[in-house]
C-alpha cells in the first residue's frame, strides 16, 4: 500500500452515521485545504441520501471521507466472526453481501433482521432489546479496538446493539453501504483498509471521533465545552469554532463528533504511520478493517 499525501485529497468529510431506523438525522462537516464547514448543504440525510451525496462528490474531486461506525466484525481471535457457525462468511465481503442479502427489503441501508430477527442464525451472536443472545461475548473485540484500548480509549463492542453507548446497529447498516459501494463503485471510492489505495480513488475510512480527543488529550466526555473542542481542532491544525456555537440542540455532540472527525482526516492524512499501523497486517487487514488515526 503505498504511502497517501494529503495533497492529493481536496475535501476531508466527517460523517457521524448514527441514527434511528429510518431516520433523517445524519450529521456531517467538510474540511476543504483551507476551511472548515460544520454546516454542509443538506446537513439532514438519510443513510443512502448520504452515500448518494458522497458518491456524487467522489466523482468531481478526490475525497477522504471517515464515517464511525465498524466496517466489519471481530474475526482474529477465533479467526471466524461467528464462532461455531458454518454459515459464517469467509471474508469481509461476504460479510457485507450476506447482511445486504438478509436485509434486502429494508431501505436507506437499514439492517435490523441482521441482528434482530431469531430466524437468522446470526442473531444469536447479539445483544439487542430482548437480552443477551446465546452466543453474545462482550468482550470480543477487532484488532483494533484492543489497540484503541491500550493506546487511547476504549471502543465498544460491535456485537452490542443495544443502549447508549451501542454501535452494533449503526455498524450493521454501515456493512450494507460498504456492500453497495464495494459492488457498484470500487472504480471511484476505496474502502480502507480492505482495499488498495491509489492517487486516482477517493478513500472511505473507519473513525472513532472519541480516539481524535484522545490524541490531542482531550476528554470526549466534555465536548459541550467549546475550549475542549477548540483545542482538539488547533491540535490537527484547523480553525477553531466560533462562540455561538449551539451546544444545546438535540444533536449537538453528533454535530461536534462530525467536525471534531473532518479535522483530524485533514490533520492526520499526510502522516505515514496512520495509513501503516504497526499492528495492521494479515487477517487484520483483510477480515476486521481498522480505525483511522488508531496508532501505536
Not at 493506546?151 to 449503526?170: A, E, R
Not at 480516539?211 to 488529550?217: Q, V
Not at 440542540?249 to 505515514?272: C, N, Q, T
Amino acid at each position: 500500500m503505498s504511502v497517501i499525501n494529503q495533497s492529493i485529497f481536496e475535501k476531508f468529510i466527517g460523517i457521524d452515521w448514527s441514527g434511528a431506523k429510518y431516520s433523517k438525522n445524519l450529521r456531517v462537516a467538510v474540511c476543504e485545504p483551507g476551511k472548515l464547514v460544520p454546516k454542509p448543504e443538506g446537513e439532514h440525510w438519510r443513510r443512502d441520501e448520504l452515500v448518494n451525496w458522497i458518491i456524487k462528490e467522489a466523482n468531481q474531486r478526490r475525497i477522504l471521507v471517515g464515517a464511525d461506525f465498524a466496517f466489519a466484525y471481530p474475526y482474529c481471535d477465533k479467526s471466524t466472526y461467528f464462532p461455531g457457525l458454518a454459515e459464517s462468511p469467509e471474508s469481509s465481503l461476504a460479510l457485507w453481501q450476506r447482511i445486504d442479502s438478509i436485509c434486502q427489503d429494508e431501505r436507506h441501508f437499514y439492517a435490523g433482521p441482521f441482528y434482530k430477527d431469531r430466524a437468522t442464525p446470526f442473531s444469536d451472536y447479539f445483544c439487542y432489546q430482548d437480552g443477551a443472545r446465546p452466543h453474545y461475548v462482550k468482550n470480543r473485540l477487532r484488532r483494533t479496538d484492543k489497540v484503541c484500548a491500550a493506546f487511547y480509549t476504549q471502543p465498544t463492542c460491535v456485537f452490542k446493539c443495544v443502549g447508549p453507548d451501542q454501535v452494533g446497529s449503526g455498524s450493521t447498516a454501515g456493512m450494507r453501504a460498504l456492500h453497495f459501494l464495494a459492488t457498484n463503485h470500487a472504480h471511484t471510492m476505496s474502502i480502507w483498509p480492505f482495499y488498495s489505495i491509489s492517487k486516482n480513488k477517493s478513500v472511505l475510512v473507519e473513525i472513532f471521533p472519541r480516539l481524535f480527543f484522545a490524541r490531542a488529550r482531550e476528554d470526549s466526555r466534555q465536548w459541550r465545552d467549546l475550549s475542549t473542542v477548540n483545542a482538539v481542532l488547533r491540535h490537527f491544525k484547523s480553525e477553531p469554532l466560533e462562540q455561538g456555537f449551539d451546544f444545546s440542540s438535540k444533536y449537538a455532540e453528533d454535530k461536534i463528533d462530525a467536525i471534531v472527525s473532518a479535522a483530524a482526516l485533514r490533520g492526520l492524512s499526510s502522516h505515514p504511520k496512520v495509513w501503516h499501523p504497526q499492528s495492521l497486517e494479515g487477517k487484520a487487514q483483510r477480515f476486521e478493517g481498522w480505525i483511522f488515526g488508531c496508532t501505536q
